[in-house]
C-alpha cells in the first residue's frame, strides 16, 4: 500500500527567506506525485505534479518540487517566501489504478 | 471553465437533524470524492465514484453518512440523525482518473453541529 509522511507539522520562516518542506513516500513502483496548497477558508489547490522525465518539477507561485527515487522523497521548495505564502501544504502520492493518498499537511507561518 | 461547486458553503443545524451537502463537478470528469477535513484527524477519504457509480466507501464512518451521485454533474452527501461530533469541512473534489492524474477540490461546506 501507498502512504505519504511530511515530517514537520509546522514550519516558521522569515518573509524573503527560503523554504523546503519535505515529503517521503513509500509505493512500490514509480508514483505520480502532487503537492497541494490550502489557503484558510478554502480548498486543496494543485502547486505542481511529477509524473516522469524531469526530476525538478516547476509549479505555480514560485514553487518548485525535486523527485529523488533513491530517498522516497518529493520536497517542495520556494527561493524566497512571501507572506501571501502562509498556508497548509499537502503532499500526495497516486498510482495508476488507484487512489491517491494525503499526506497529514505542513502548517506553513511566515514572520514579516 | 467552472471549478468544482459545493453548497452550502456554511452551515449551522442542531443535533438530530437531516443534513444534505452538494457538489456539482468539473464537467467532464468521470471520479469524485468526498473528504472531511477536522483538525484532530486531518484529511479523510469518504467515499469515491466513478462514472456515477460509488466504488469505495470504506471512510464512511457510520451507516448515519450516505453519498449519491444521480447523475455526473450532481452528488450530495447526506448525514442523517446529525451529530455534534460530524461537525468538520466537508470538501468535494473531481478528477479525470483515478491515482495519475490531480484532483480539483471544492471551496468545502463547513458544517456545526450543536
Known amino acids: 500500500a501507498q502512504s505519504v509522511t511530511q515530517p514537520d507539522i509546522h514550519i516558521t520562516v522569515s518573509e524573503g527567506a527560503s523554504l523546503e518542506l519535505r515529503c517521503n513516500y513509500s509505493?512500490?513502483?514509480?508514483?505520480?506525485l502532487f503537492w497541494y496548497v490550502q489557503s484558510p477558508g478554502q480548498g486543496l489547490q494543485l502547486l505542481l505534479k511529477?509524473?516522469?522525465?524531469?526530476?525538478l518539477v516547476q509549479g505555480i507561485k514560485g514553487f518548485e518540487a525535486e523527485f529523488k527515487r533513491s530517498q522516497s522523497s518529493f520536497n517542495l521548495r520556494k527561493p524566497s517566501v512571501h507572506w501571501s505564502d502562509a498556508a497548509e501544504y499537502f503532499c500526495?502520492?497516486?498510482?495508476?489504478?488507484?487512489?491517491?493518498?494525503f499526506g497529514d499537511g505542513t502548517t506553513l507561518t511566515v514572520k514579516p | 471553465d467552472a471549478g468544482v461547486i459545493q453548497s452550502p458553503r456554511h452551515e449551522v443545524t442542531e443535533m438530530g437533524q437531516e443534513v444534505t451537502l452538494r457538489c456539482k463537478p468539473i464537467?467532464?470528469?468521470?471520479?469524485l470524492f468526498w473528504y472531511r477535513q477536522t483538525m484532530m484527524r486531518g484529511l479523510e477519504l469518504l467515499i469515491y465514484?466513478?462514472?456515477?457509480?460509488?466504488?469505495?466507501d470504506s471512510g464512511m464512518p457510520e451507516d448515519r453518512f450516505s453519498a449519491k451521485m444521480p447523475n455526473a454533474s450532481f452528488s450530495t452527501l447526506k448525514i442523517q440523525p446529525s451529530e455534534p461530533r460530524d461537525s468538520a469541512v466537508y470538501f468535494c473534489?473531481?478528477?479525470?482518473?483515478?491515482?495519475?492524474?490531480?484532483?480539483?477540490f471544492g471551496d468545502g461546506t463547513r458544517l456545526s453541529i450543536l
Open positions: 473534489a473531481s478528477s479525470h482518473h483515478l491515482g495519475n492524474q490531480p484532483q480539483h
Open positions: 509505493y512500490g513502483a514509480t508514483p505520480y
Open positions: 511529477y509524473f516522469s522525465g524531469d526530476t
Open positions: 500526495a502520492v497516486g498510482a495508476e489504478a488507484g487512489k491517491s493518498t
Open positions: 464537467s467532464g470528469h468521470d471520479y
Open positions: 465514484f466513478n462514472n456515477n457509480v460509488p466504488i469505495d
